[in-house]
């Protein structure tokens, strides 16, 4: 790795703000310094990236295509500067030039080109490729505004867009000589046996590469992110008519394409939008990679050998009808053997059993989009049906089902915890797994610990390499090392120093956010993740009225200090959900409000929760909340940076919850909850809501105050079809839990008080957890699924 010390990082810092950015020192912004020290980053990460490349080459090695609608990537110059070793030298770099540090790193936009778990996976797994030095592309969509920005009205979500790249995006090279047509519509000509897709509209794809580096610089790949623009640019002649808004107008609708993340999918044109997203980076993204392919040299048929194309999703699951339509129409292969040749290259991870969530087009826009991939997946179809005598259809009733075309497509098909990877073989795809019994493998989801752990959160990092030494980074098990330092009281509190140094630094945020002043020394409870019915939000807060109550009913007992941390965005079309965010913030004004339970209970709902907030509050925090309905939470991802960072969890018996708990120990996790199989049983009951609400005075209370607007006084009927909709279909089953999950976190409130004991299960979670990070994940695809090999040290 190139060494460069605190002297030359100043000079480069300053030949940048001269050379780059045209502006003396006297004059600069702190846009202008954060810019230089970026820019002075990335040039340190090209070398190790041209070597890189080179040694792919020369290695004819196999490449991995991780191909994601999201890359929820955050902030990148702490990142790169942790990889590159560097924190020091750039810290003191700025501040030799006279500059806030903090100022100059939090200036940054965090790149919202995500929304969720997926693609902070996404992330995650870019960051583990370059560690272990697999050559990897990750290809996606560069959003020209990511996820909308929320804020809060009155209590209510209001979304507004991102505006990320209204400043130049600093770690991104623009490669206007990749550039790719991408078709839609049209008609396919056949004659003599062979066709030939003729599409009526057309966008060019053009590549932004960023490099992504791994763990002490010695590797890097590639994100490349594709931007929409018109083939024809400009229409000179409306223009000269005078027509200025038409002149404009092809270059608008193309680059619709990679405007926003998530298009509003409500409406007809919206449903269209997204296909068209989909398609655009898929097709791309193949075009891209056959390219590369054939710059070497090899037979078409060899293309398993160079080459792993991993879905994250259905999103890009044309994938496989794209590149059969190449290998078939432009490569001239028999449809049945490029069939198999795209599948040998295919993989599939799918995230979710919800089924809302699994990707259906309507048949007909299908085939007016895309005339020549729909005759394909037909194809596609009959080569299923005769090779397993399965009856299961891709396209059915009037709509082509992309999670059953991502599996007939993949080599591979992976879930992403032991239980998910379960209920995807018993009820996903049962018939197909049935069909297929090898197909399905399970891969455990994880994080990266230089971002989760080494980078966020400083002082447990200081601690933990002065005890067990600075290689853990890439090699996370070693954290088992700290179990033999448990019964050294010295480190203990040491360890519960760097938990409240953390917690300081919350408070500290908040007080600078809104005024709020906050009780550094309660437990900090946190749930921060998407609003979605089943993470249950709402259960949370459930309980947080009926602790409020219990207190003001006995504000003279020994009360365990609470701060309740909520932070997430709902989906913009999502009623419910939007409903809950603003439940939340009303209670939040109510309780904040009263002064005989404040010193006791608060509650406080930051907005626009991001990347950056996570590694924030994240190593702040004393409980994680991971309360999902069983059966729902595909893994979770937020329920491993807590547990690393040394927060208890309480939690259900979802996702990945479970193999967290099975190696930090039962005695250091909060269990509560119905089980996945008693959730289903449950549901047959009749009127199961009903009677958990009777059987419990408690919840029964909660809910009729909520019912007549105690939270909501300016509008007391707010909340009757919320509390409606509990009594009568509480689907994800929140008044079965209630009892014991607020049994469970008095039981927490007790043992937080006993705060050695609390420390000594603290300590023992971020020990055991150690296999969650994401170079384990990796490694697994790397063998199981993929076929490829790390260079990094070869
Ligand atoms: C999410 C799941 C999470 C999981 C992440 C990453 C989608 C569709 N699914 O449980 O809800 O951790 O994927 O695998 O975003």
New binding site residues.
Partial sequence: MQQIDTKQMRSEILRHLKYSLGKDEQHATVYDWRMSLSLALRDLIVDPWFASTRRTYEAGAKRVYYLSMEFLIGRLIEDVMVNLRLDVVARDAVASLGQDYDIVVYDEPDAALGN???GR?AACFLDSLSTLGIPAYGYGIRYEHGLFEQAFEDGRQIEAAENWLAQKHAWEFERPEVTYTIGFGGDVQTSGGKSKWRPAETVNASAYDTPVVGWQGKWANTLRLWAAKPTRLFDLESFNRGNYLAAAEPEALARTISRVLYPDDTTDTGKELRLKQEYFFTAASIQDLLRRFASEGHEIDALPNHVAIQLN?THPAVAGPELIRLLADEHGMAIDRAIGVARQCLAYTN??LLPE?LERWDEDLFARILPRHHGIIELIEEAHRKESGSTVRIIDEGSVKMGELAFIMAHKVNG?SALHSELVKENLFTELHESYPDRITNQT?GITPRRWLYSCNPSLRGLINEKIGTDWPDDLEKLAQLEAHIDDSDFADRFRAAKAYNKQRVAEWIKQRDGTVIDPSALFDVQIKRVHEYKRQLMNLLETVALWNEIRNNPNENWTPRLKIFGGKAAPGYVIAKEIIRLINDVAKTVNADTTTNPFLQVIYPENYNVTMAELLIPAADLSEQISTAGK?????GNMKFALNGALTIGTLD?ANVEIRERVGAENFYLFGLTADEVVARRERKDFSREAIASSPRLARVLRQIESGAFSPDEPSRYVALVRRLQEHDYFLVTCDFDDYFRTQREIDRDYRDSEGWTRKAILNTARMGWFSSDRTISGYARDIWNVNGLRDG
């Fill in positions: 969720g778990g997926l996976l999703d995230h979710t969530a992403v989801n939470e595909a893994s979770g991802t996702g």
